[in-house]
């Protein structure tokens, strides 16, 4: 079973900047994307930014600009740089991995979640 630990969360003020790590217990075979999503209070979850292996990103239109994702190049950790962090940036973040194993059966893991909060 894979475990994703997130960290780099907490409070920070409108304008500010966060940095989010998600390191996977191991390397996962057949992944082809690492992401991070988020879910603000009363709202459903929401894709933020994904990478694929071959270094391809894409963004929610509200975070593009503000916000980078990147991985490390053994591909167990994922990150995000999240700049000019504003209120509506409050939420849980996840971190996912998603993928296919030797069967070609697709799976995605999912961190414990990390809080954000953007408030003066």
């Known amino acids: 079973q894979v475990q994703l630990v997130e960290s780099g969360g907490g409070l920070v003020q409108p304008g500010g900047s966060l940095r989010l790590s998600c390191t996977a217990s191991r390397l996962i075979f057949g992944m082809n994307a690492m992401g991070w999503y988020r879910q603000a209070p009363g709202k459903q979850r929401e894709l933020v930014a994904d990478i694929t292996t071959g270094d391809s990103t894409n963004y929610a239109d509200s975070v593009k600009a503000r916000f980078t994702i990147s991985k490390s190049n053994t591909q167990n950790a994922v990150y995000l740089q999240m700049n000019n962090l504003k209120p509506e940036d409050t939420a849980v973040y996840y971190c996912?991995?998603?993928?296919?194993?030797?069967?070609?059966?697709?799976?995605?893991?999912w961190g414990q979640g990390t809080q954000v909060t953007v408030s003066s």
């Open positions: 996912s991995v998603k993928g296919s194993d030797i069967f070609r059966r697709d799976y995605e893991y």
